[in-house]
């Protein structure tokens, strides 16, 4: 395929995550990136989901990190509909960098975003059921783009609720394994160890 058929999607949240992509649409192969002249945030995206997302905004002088994902174009309103209330747009080449040595494929990048960022709210907080399915795709690339995430995103003050017993994320995983992913969150949260132990229903 030449490269003006070839299209990407850039994932920075819970498209990080190959089974959260899988339950959308189909996806061929991932290269871990690093973004720059976007922000990540928390924010509230839609109040109907009783949640809170991350979404970037551009910011010049900013960056961080997610997946460039090859997307069938065909696919590409299955992925609209899933990130609704998000714009997209095409990023260039020059904003994207490898995490590793190997050159990134040539073609066409798709980014979702958001002109304004709305903070988190105790109705719309962050909920562990949506997280856990960023860090467990973020771990797929390793511990250090884990880590890089949770340094990359704004708003960790936020109120975040465990909702791992009774999930508000539509797209939950409950087989996650939740100690590692508490290991990672205890830092960056507000909940304590307690309350972060609390896992999903067997």
């Not at 928390?42 to 979404?55: D, P």
């Not at 174009?73 to 020059?94: M, S, T, V």
């Not at 465990?162 to 949260?189: C, S």
């Amino acid at each position: 395929m030449s490269a003006p058929d070839r299209h990407f999607i850039l994932g920075y949240g819970s498209l990080i995550s190959g089974e959260s992509r899988a339950k959308t649409g189909e996806t061929g192969r991932v290269w871990p990136v690093k973004l720059f002249g976007f922000e990540r945030h928390w924010s509230v995206m839609s109040a109907s989901f009783g949640m809170s997302s991350v979404a970037v905004i551009q910011a010049p002088d900013k960056s961080c990190n997610g997946v460039l994902a090859e997307v069938p174009f065909e696919q590409f309103p299955l992925f609209d509909k899933r990130e609704e209330g998000y714009h997209r747009a095409q990023i260039p080449a020059e904003q994207l960098k490898s995490y590793g040595d190997e050159a990134l494929p040539e073609g066409t990048y798709w980014i979702y975003y958001t002109d304004d960022i709305v903070e988190p709210t105790q109705e719309s907080p962050i909920v562990l059921s949506y997280l856990d399915v960023i860090l467990s795709g973020c771990l797929e690339h390793g511990d250090a783009f884990a880590e890089d995430f949770l340094e990359f995103t704004k708003g960790w003050s936020s109120p975040l609720l465990n909702d791992r017993q009774t999930p508000r994320y539509p797209r939950v995983q409950p087989d996650l394994p939740t100690k590692r992913l508490n290991a990672l969150l205890a830092p960056v949260t507000t909940l304590s160890i307690e309350e972060l132990s609390v896992t999903y229903e067997p």
